[in-house]
């Protein structure tokens, strides 16, 4: 154990802090609970129970007391909470060496007079029978004599003795900011809230607009300020994809490349298990390497400071030039532009994805021909992606579709060699699986075969939005049937033992459309190292490069694994009914979002020159299972009482019949009421509302024999006798478009009539004449 230089450990976190932006702060689910955990099992500091809002947290203590404190704290505290690993470094040795004896009395004595000779003498034999550094020991001789260096107060024999430099670090106000101490010594103590803390940070409005983040004249501290940036903005996994290991010489030392095609800077990071000293970083009479590292997965990666300007002719030298031209190559948001004088590192102007998360990522938009039901898939991918159109692709379907293979493709063994033909749907697939893998992970034992994949963070990841126009041209059951059954399969985790184990946010899993063996069965017969064998081909053919290391790693994955549906693929049918198309199973429709466009998506023709209203932006799901942790949050039902009320008052009517609701339909219901977030009653009813327009009367079709249940009357007539009950805040009147804002005046609330009412009295009209249906 090595300790550190707390004077300059203390000045790196007050300065880190004062960098900070400030800006709302969401907190990860994973965070929430183990913190709960964590109160549960240790009450610390009297602190008994935890409460929490999107922005804010209550904390009760076990006299009754509240502290209201906003998230943002949370990641002071975090912070903070590295520089507390240190003191208690210093601290636990303290206490080692004077174990026994009156630490209060030695304590002080040791601030007030100094180190006597007795004293250093019995400090120095306890590190050298540790085999601590020379500088370790001076590092604890200002600990204990120097408490101005790093920020203390108390002394430090005292439980409390930390608050003052974390205060200090953080430039709080004692009086109203102390639980940011008592919360980073939580978390200093207590790993598993560190590791689960990775807060969500949401831009301001000044954020989202290009900014300027680091400006400095000197390349090697330009290049150390960028990286650290990295590091500290949980971007590091990103970054590292880029690079290769490599062995240095004869003195056995491993270094990092960053390499992109040809372009390469030469030794970017020194490798270690361990900390280095400045000796260790010293090459002939200067330090090479700066001597503060990067930390990843415990790992010491410390930054070569041997950089020059636009001399790329160098092979092995670390020219800043070829180092922008890579990092604005793996970066999105951020870029650098740099002269030979100034080096800029700016903040681009982003898309939001924070959009409404549907429920279900599979929607059919019903409605008669020329409503704009294309271009509102066209519209949602654009204003999704910053105004273009990468994440868009139109596939028409073609009436003799009638299997799988015809949307996502088939393997041809004509020519001299078997060959994949793919499809444009696979292709789009392809893309939104890239849009979301930052990293493959690999098996370290063995073959070394990749086995898990990480993304980046959610609110970096946007939509894929798939239209298959006229998408009852042909059968659905059948050309569509991979994609139904597997869309069922998928699923996503936020356990907290889980993603601790895994270091991730968030995890997504889901079965392969199409299998790895049969990707791999192409190459039966050829080379390993060929590199025209039909895997390779394909992997090119669906727009994978091959020569970058992260789409490689990739496509490696496919192989071993198949192609599942990615999460951020949302697949939007457009639909007419008339003599030319086919209806629909209650499979598609149990498995779908159905939509009749002219009532969800009005076309009003006195706003076609000058619209007042728009529609709001959707994005995919995050959620496959409710559990009531996530009405937490629900405002208008916590404990999703109102939401099993509701689902069972309508599925009395209905059981017994062949419109008869299961586990599925409440599923997704309570999704429907987490991702609205109804902070009132009749926001929760506008909720109810849209599920039953989705999910409930699309399945209700017939004559009055079929729609007839046991007590004699048509289920039509004891749905509108039920809901006029249960819908009693908005049957009668108007209710919140939850899909529709004002134009220019977000705040505003757009109403619409109660939709599923208007759509009984319809449906029970055309059963008057014989038959009903759902559909427009």
Partial sequence: ??????????????EAVEKVRFSDVKLPESFKAE??????????????????????TKITTSTG????????????????????????????????????DDLQNIADSLRKEGIPDDEKRKIREYFLSNELSEDSLKYFFSFVSDYKSWGGGKTIDRND?????????GNLLAETQSAIAEIAKQMSEYPSLKSSFKPIFLPSKKDESEGVLITLSNIRNFVREVLSYIFKNDLSSQFLCYTKEVQGGSNGRKYLDLVSGVRKIHKLFLLSDRPLSSEDLTSGRAERYFNEPFIDNSKYLYLSNQWAYNNIEVSTSRDLVVFASIFNEIFDHLKIESTKDISTLIHLKEASIAFLPLSKPFLLLAGISGTGKTRFVREQAKISNNGTEDN??????????????????????????????ATDVLRFIVQAWKEIIIEIERDKTGKGLPFDWR???????KPFWLCLDEMNLAPVEQYFSDYLSILETRS????????????????????????????????????????NKPSNLLAENLGLNLGVDLERD????????????????????????????HGFSRKVIDRALSFDFGEFFPNEIDEFFQPTVKSKTLSYPVYSQATIALFKDVEADKDAGKTKTFFNAINDVLKNTPFELAYRAFNELCLSVISFSPTDEVELAAVFDDFLMCKVLPRIEGDEDKLTSEPGDNVLAQLSTVLETELASIWQTTRPDLLRGKLDKPEEVVTTPCRSRQKIERMQRQLNNGFTSFWP
């Avoid at 003795?161 to 205060?167: E, F, G």
């Fill in 1 to 14: 154990m090595a300790l550190i230089d707390l004077n300059q450990k203390f000045k790196e976190i007050k």
């Fill in 35 to 56: 913190y709960e955990k964590y109160l549960s099992e240790n009450k610390a500091n009297g602190y008994a129970k935890v409460e929490w809002t999107t922005f804010s």
């Fill in 65 to 100: 007391k509240a502290i209201f404190i906003t998230n943002f704290w949370f990641y002071i505290a975090s912070e903070l909470s590295n520089y507390l690993d240190s003191l208690s470094q210093q601290k636990e040795i303290f206490c080692k060496i004077y174990k026994g």
């Fill in 161 to 169: 003795y930390y608050v003052s430099p974390l205060l200090q670090a």
């Fill in 392 to 421: 868009y692709c139109l596939v028409p379907v073609r009436p003799d579709w009638h299997e799988p293979s015809d949307l996502l493709g088939y393997v041809s063994r004509l020519g001299n060699k078997p060959e994949y033909v």
């Fill in 455 to 461: 993304g980046k963070a959610l609110h970096k990841i």
């Fill in 492 to 531: 996503w985790s936020y356990d907290s033992e889980r993603l601790e184990a895994s270091d991730r946010d968030y995890i997504y899993e889901c079965d392969p459309l199409i299998k790895g063996e049969l990707f791999r069965s192409l190459d039966k017969g050829f080379d390993e190292g060929d590199t």
């Fill in 554 to 581: 990739i496509w490696c994955y496919f192989l071993q694994h198949g192609i599942a549906i990615p999460f951020n693929l949302i697949v939007a049918g457009t639909v007419n009914m008339d003599e030319t198309t």
